[in-house]
DNA sequence: TCCGCTCTTGACCATTTGATCAAGAATTAT
DNA sequence: ATAATTCTTGATCAAATGGTCAAGAGCGGA
């Protein structure tokens, strides 16, 4: 009689590392071709690793990509997530928005990777924008508003307030190539940086303090 | 001796009528599953018409995407031309951004096709982006600083802050899957309107009218 | 060491898809 | 009317691509 093993496989050290590998040569392929524009082959590619043996670790293409975006989204909320109702109001908006726009440096792919998705209607992340994310979404505009009616922010939506901050500071990452063409390729970030947080915060300031 | 026609082929009422139905076709297609991601089966069959008759107007599936892309640029800077020196400052502005919300609602197709060309590295319309594009934003940014120094605005970094109207505004066209998701599907569209006025404009009243 | 399990890959398959072609239908000009 | 031109499409092709398979190489526990 056979032993019955635990069936699903335990990672082994060689799993680990080659899905890794390929997690990671699939974030570049991903952000710059989509989902649709990248093909198994280019993924391999990357990963320096033959087409059959990616599928040995991800059996389907789609695979590949809903894990990728799971492995890329939880880290994705945190900034907004650490959102103190405790702290002060403009310094913690501050601190979120200066976190986004350094993700947006740091990570251009990520950033890319889930605009495409988002673009093309979401249809892997659906369950997640109308359930996580919006859940986070409402809390935080709670702690935004409560900010608001005590005095301690001039008023303004909460919710697209929060679409603003993530508007601008994704746009960065998303249409880096407009923004360079636009500014001829100079551009040292902090600048960016500095601007955003002017201009999207400038306006909250309570007045009378 | 046969007669020399001009080659370069004189429009039909026939051929008029059906390459804008073609582009019209092209574009709801284009703008939701991107260059790679549509086929031109799909958008032949959206123009009720044969694939080869589709290919008889544009041989090939890129030149049906560049016609589209041209045929849309244009209107698409239009708001922003009319940016008016002699204007009211925070008019002008005002004025802008609402035509720009007005577009991503009204034609939020267009917007998710630059979108996903821009998003892609715009390798089509690079040119675009280096020369019309970043003309028009340095004129009008060089308007918006001049607003400024004659103290008619406060002071915020130009270009950044025609970059936040672009994203703002252009998001709820790219990402309105997110915004429905976390609103809830509610949304009349003339709130976010308000919203989005707002938060870029209250920052820039000038300080001492 | 040896046996079983994991890992790797060249060859291959089926489908999709951009593009072509030849032949016929419709339209236009004379 | 009729000849020339434009328009339309079924059939077909070649390349790209997601996915499979069988067979062998490598590794780890007894």
């Given at each position: 009689?056979?032993?019955?093993?635990?069936?699903?496989?335990?990672?082994?050290?060689?799993?680990?590392?080659?899905?890794?590998?390929?997690?990671?040569?699939?974030?570049?392929?991903?952000?710059?071709?989509?989902?649709?524009?990248?093909?198994?082959?280019?993924?391999?590619?990357?990963?320096?690793?033959?087409?059959?043996?990616?599928?040995?670790?991800?059996?389907?293409?789609?695979?590949?990509?809903?894990?990728?975006?799971?492995?890329?989204?939880?880290?994705?909320?945190?900034?907004?997530?650490?959102?103190?109702?405790?702290?002060?109001?403009?310094?913690?908006?501050?601190?979120?928005?200066?976190?986004?726009?350094?993700?947006?440096?740091?990570?251009?792919?990520?950033?890319?990777?889930?605009?495409?998705?988002?673009?093309?209607?979401?249809?892997?992340?659906?369950?997640?924008?109308?359930?996580?994310?919006?859940?986070?979404?409402?809390?935080?505009?709670?702690?935004?508003?409560?900010?608001?009616?005590?005095?301690?922010?001039?008023?303004?939506?909460?919710?697209?307030?929060?679409?603003?901050?993530?508007?601008?500071?994704?746009?960065?990452?998303?249409?880096?190539?407009?923004?360079?063409?636009?500014?001829?390729?100079?551009?040292n970030g902090g600048s960016?940086?500095?601007?955003?947080?002017?201009?999207?915060?400038?306006?909250?300031?309570?007045?009378?303090?």
């Open positions: 009689m056979p032993q019955l093993k635990t069936k699903a496989p335990i990672n082994t050290r060689i799993q680990a590392r080659n899905k890794e590998l390929i997690l990671e040569a699939a974030l570049e392929v991903f952000s710059i071709s989509g989902f649709r524009g990248a093909t198994v082959d280019q993924i391999a590619a990357r990963a320096d690793m033959s087409k059959p043996n990616l599928l040995y670790y991800f059996r389907r293409k789609e695979d590949i990509y809903v894990a990728l975006l799971e492995h890329t989204l939880s880290g994705w909320l945190e900034p907004l997530r650490a959102l103190d109702p405790a702290g002060d109001p403009l310094a913690e908006l501050s601190r979120y928005i200066t976190a986004k726009m350094q993700m947006s440096e740091a990570n251009p792919m990520a950033s890319r990777l889930f605009a495409n998705e988002i673009l093309h209607g979401a249809p892997m992340i659906e369950k997640f924008l109308k359930g996580p994310l919006k859940q986070l979404v409402a809390e935080k505009a709670e702690v935004i508003r409560f900010w608001m009616t005590t005095g301690k922010l001039a008023h303004a939506d909460p919710y697209h307030l929060i679409f603003a901050i993530w508007a601008v500071t994704q746009h960065y990452a998303d249409f880096s190539v407009q923004v360079e063409a636009v500014l001829g390729r100079r551009e960016a940086q500095k601007a955003v947080l002017d201009i999207l915060l400038r306006g909250l300031r309570p007045r009378q303090p």
